[in-house]
C-alpha cells in the first residue's frame, strides 16, 4: 500500500530524515573504486574530503583495500559506527539490496546516484524505479534520487562539489538537475548568494518536490526557496505545498521541459511527465511563485530578494557606463516599466560643479560621468545630492570594467577609489542602490569585474551583469512586493 | 549652400576622404598635453603608439616641447610633412579655426573628439555644430565627429585602443557611440570576428550614416557591415542607400534609444533626433537588414554570418551539456523554431558501442554524454556515424566548461582531447557544427574557455556562450538566407 503523500504522519517522517541528512555526522559511499582505480564512487569520496567534511567517512566496496588514508568496508554492515547517509554508486540491479542493507544499519536516507531506471523510458527502468519506491515506502529508509548528486549542507561541512562556498546562507534550492545544482551554486556564490541547503533529486521518486517544498517550508533555516523542477509526480499536492509554502517565503521557480519537445527529454532525463507550460506559468502565478525563464535569471532574482531594499516606486537615476550604454540602458529600463526622471537643477548642478562639462559628460539621467574617482571634495558632495534627491527609489550605479582599455594596475586603483565613494555615501544615506558591474571578455578584465562584485555585496548591495537583467529581476521583484511577503 | 548628400560627386569626395583616412600614413594630435601632464589628447597619442602605428605621428600644442620622444609642433602649418588626418582634441570654439587651418594644410579629414555641440541641447551647441557643417562643405575637409572617437584601419597599423587585434577581417562597423565601439570590437575578436574598418563617428554631422553605408557597400574590403545608430539624419536617403548596401551585404542594425525615453537620452548622447521604434523594424526588415537588440547579439550574428555555412533547413543534433541542460537546450531550440529529430538506430548503436550506459548518458537526441574524450577507436565512429546522418542539417556540441569542478590542468587536457576529436571528425565530413562553450563564473574557467573558444573559431566554427543566443541567431541567419544573399 502507498501511504497517502501529504497524510502528516508520512510527512513528519520524511523532514526527520531529511533534518538528519542535512545535519548529517557520517556518510557511506558505496561503490568507491580501489587504489589507482577511478570511478564516480571516489569522485564523490574526493569531492566530500575536499570539501572539508569532519563526520565520519566510509568507503565501501567488497573488496576492501584502502583509499586516501581511509579503510574500505566490505559492506555496510561491518561499518563499526552509526551511518547517517549512504551514497549509492553502484549499478542499478544492485541497488534494492542496498536499501535493505541500509535499513539494518539504521540508515536515514540512502542518496542514489546510479541511474537507469524510470528515465530510461523502458518497462524494465520503471519496474526497478517502482522496487526502490516501494521498499522505501516499506523500510522507512528514504531515498533522494536516483540518478542525483545529493546533498550540499554547508552547516555540517558536506558537500557534493569541493570548490561550493562553506559558509551557510538562508536560501535553500531543490534542483531536478545534478549539473543545474552546480551552474547555479557558483554562479550564485560570485553573487553574494550562500545556501542553507541543496538537493540534487534527480528522479524524485520517493522524496520528491512537494517532500521539499514542505520540508524548506518549515526550515527556519531557509528564507528563500529556490527551484529547477522538469516534471511533478502529484500536481495537486504540490500547488496545494506551493500556495502554503509562497504565503511565508519567496520560492522562485525555472521549469525544465517549457516546450513539448523539451517536456520529453525531461522524460528521458529525470522520467518526468510532461505538462503545459501555460498551465504550468499561471499556476506558479496564482500560488504567488515567482517564474524565471533560465538559470541565470534565477541567480538575479535571488540576488535581488537577497539584497534589495523593498522600493518606494519605479523611478530610477543612473549614474556612469558611457553615453551609448546610457541609450540602450534607458530602452532597457523602460521596456521593464520603469521611469528614469529629470534630475533637478541643484542636482545638476552639483555635478557640474564637480566634474565641470569634460568631454563625454552628460548631465542628465542617466548621469553620464567620466569617473566617480575617489570622491574628493564636490564629486562626494555631488554623489550625495543625488542620494538625497527623493524624487528617485532606486540608485543605479553602472560600471563597465573595461579591462586593458587602460592599465590593469590604472583601472583597479580607479575602481577602488570608485567603490569606496558610492559604499560610503550609501552608506550614510540608505538610498537604494543597485550595481551593473559589466566585465569585458578577457580574463584581466574578469579578474578585475569579479574584485569589484565580491567587494558591492559584501557591502549588501545586489550586483547584475547587465542592465537589461537588471531590470527584469526588478520588475518581478515589484511584483512580488506588491502582492507578496518580502523575505525577512 | 548645403549639396544634396546624394549627389554623385558629394559622395565621390566623401568615399575618397574616407578612403583616404582608412589608408593614413600620417596623422596629427592636436590638443596633447605636454610632459608629465595627462588628457584625452595624449590617451590618443599614447594608443596610436601602442598600436603600433608605423606611419608620422605629429603631437600639437601651442606650447611645443616633447612627448614619447616625439616632437611636439606648436601647429598644424608647422608640421613638416603631409598630413592625412587631424585628431581634434581641442575645446569646442577653437575648433571651426582647426578645421580651417586643416584645409590649408591639406588634410583629408578631421575627427573630432571634443563634444559640446548639438548634444547638448542648447542653441549655441548646435549653431557651433551647423557652423562645422558649413566649414566642412565649404572647405571639403571632411569631419568624423563631432563626439566620436574616430577610425580603427588595422590595414593602415592605425587604431584608438592599443588592444584592438591587429589583424585585417571583413566586417566593417559604423557606431555612434565610442564605447559601444570597443564593447563590440573585443566582444567579437574573443569569438574569431576582425575587422576591416572600424568608425565611432559621433553625431555624424559631416560623414553620416548613410555616407559610411554607401562607403562600405563599395569597399571590396567589406564583405558585411555592423551599425550603431541611435538617429537618422535623412531618413528617405539612408532607407534608400540600406536597401541597394544589403543587395550585395549583409548589414546588421542596432537601434539605440528604441523607447521613447532612449530616444530622448540619444539626443542628449549624440544630438539624434527620436523615431518610432515601429517604423524603424519594418523599415530594416523592408529594406533585407538584419535587426538585432543588442550588443552581444550583434556578435552572435556577426560570428553567424562569418563562421555557419548555409543550412539546409531547422534539424538540430546536439551532443553533451549534461542531462538537465538538454533539457533547457531543447526549450531554446524549439522555441527559436528548430527540431531536434530522433537519431537512427544505427546511430544510437555506435554510441552505446562508444560509451556504454554509464550514469547520466542519454543516447536519445540531445546526446548527453559526460565526455567524447580524446575520440579513439569506438567514440570516433560514433560521431562519425552522427555527423553522416543526412536526417539533420546542423550539429551542436555544447561545452560547458566547469572550472574546478575536477582540477583546472585534468579539464584542460580533458576539453584538449575533445577539440581535436570533434575538429578531426568535422573537417572529414565537412557537416555544419555550431559550437556552446558555456563558461562558469571564475577565472580559471574563462581562461579555460576562452583557448576552446579560440581553437574552435581557428578551425573556422561559430562558437556560441548559450543555446539561447545561438538559436536566436541562427534563426535569424535562416531567416535571411532564405530572403538574401549571404556573404561570400
Known amino acids: 500500500m502507498i501511504l497517502d503523500p501529504l497524510a502528516p504522519r508520512f510527512i513528519m517522517e520524511k523532514n526527520r530524515a531529511l533534518d538528519a541528512v542535512f545535519n548529517l555526522r557520517s556518510v557511506a559511499v558505496v561503490g568507491v573504486a580501489r587504489g589507482e582505480d577511478f570511478n564516480t564512487g ?23 583495500g584502502e583509499v586516501r588514508g581511509l579503510k574500505i568496508h566490505p559492506s555496510l554492515k561491518e561499518i563499526p559506527g552509526r551511518v547517517d547517509y549512504v551514497i549509492c554508486c553502484i549499478p542499478a540491479p544492485l541497488v534494492p539490496q542496498l536499501i535493505r542493507d541500509s535499513a539494518a544499519k ?24 517502482d522496487e526502490i519506491k516501494r521498499l522505501a515506502h516499506a523500510t522507512g529508509v528514504r531515498v533522494i534520487g536516483p540518478n542525483c548528486l545529493g546533498i550540499h549542507s554547508p552547516k555540517a561541512g558536506f558537500s557534493y562539489v569541493p570548490d561550493f562556498p562553506r559558509e551557510s546562507g538562508d536560501v535553500s534550492f531543490l534542483c531536478q538537475s ?36 514542505k520540508y524548506f517550508e518549515q526550515d527556519p533555516e531557509t528564507k528563500m526557496i529556490a527551484a529547477y523542477i522538469e ?32 517536456s520529453a527529454v525531461a522524460a528521458s532525463h529525470t522520467g518526468s511527465l510532461a505538462s503545459s507550460i501555460g498551465v504550468w506559468r499561471d499556476a506558479l502565478r496564482q500560488a504567488g511563485a515567482i517564474s524565471v525563464g533560465s538559470l541565470d535569471e534565477m541567480v538575479d532574482m535571488l540576488v535581488t530578494l537577497s539584497y534589495l531594499p523593498r522600493l518606494g516606486g519605479r523611478r530610477v537615476a543612473m549614474v556612469g ?78 560600471v563597465p570594467v573595461r579591462g586593458v582599455m587602460i592599465s590593469v594596475s590604472f583601472a583597479a586603483a580607479v575602481f577602488e577609489d570608485e567603490s569606496q565613494t558610492i559604499l560610503k ?63 525577512e
Chains 1, 2 share one sequence.
Not at 546610457?326 to 537643477?345: H, I, K, Y
Open 106 to 129: 539504521g540508515v536515514k536516507a540512502v542518496g542514489i546516484f546510479t541511474s537507469g531506471f524510470s528515465e530510461l523510458g523502458t518497462r524494465q527502468g520503471r519496474e526497478r524505479e
Open 42 to 64: 571516489r569522485l564523490f569520496l574526493d569531492h566530500i574530503i575536499d570539501y572539508g567534511f569532519k563526520g565520519r567517512i566510509y568507503p565501501v566496496n567488497p573488496k576492501g
Open 178 to 213: 545534478g549539473g543545474h545544482s552546480t551552474y547555479l551554486v557558483r554562479a550564485a556564490a560570485a553573487r553574494g548568494i550562500r545556501f542553507s541547503k541543496v538537493i540534487s533529486y534527480g528522479n524524485g521518486t520517493d522524496i520528491d518536490e512537494t517532500d521539499l517544498l
Open 231 to 262: 516534471g511533478v509526480k502529484d500536481g495537486r499536492g504540490f500547488y496545494r505545498t506551493l500556495e502554503e509554502t509562497a504565503l511565508h517565503k519567496p520560492v522562485v521557480i525555472l521549469k525544465g521541459g517549457r516546450t513539448a519537445a523539451g
Open 425 to 487: 555615501v550609501h552608506q550614510e544615506t540608505g538610498k537604494p542602490v543597485a550595481m551593473i558591474v559589466h566585465c569585458q571578455a578577457n580574463a584581466d578584465g574578469w579578474n578585475l569585474s569579479a574584485k569589484q562584485v565580491k567587494r558591492y555585496y559584501e557591502a549588501g548591495l545586489p550586483v547584475y551583469y547587465s542592465v537589461a537583467s537588471a531590470a527584469r529581476a526588478i520588475d518581478r521583484f515589484l511584483w512580488y512586493t506588491a502582492n507578496r511577503r518580502m523575505p
Open 321 to 398: 557606463g558611457g553615453g551609448g550604454a546610457g541609450v540602450l540602458a534607458t530602452d532597457d529600463w523602460a521596456e521593464n516599466g520603469f521611469v528614469l526622471p529629470r534630475l533637478p537643477e541643484q542636482v545638476r548642478q552639483a555635478w557640474k560643479a564637480a566634474v565641470g562639462n569634460e568631454a563625454g559628460t552628460i548631465l542628465s539621467n542617466p548621469l553620464d560621468i567620466p569617473t566617480i574617482g575617489s570622491g574628493q571634495g564636490s564629486v562626494y558632495d555631488a554623489l550625495a545630492e543625488l542620494h538625497a534627491f527623493d524624487g528617485i527609489d532606486l540608485l543605479v550605479f553602472h
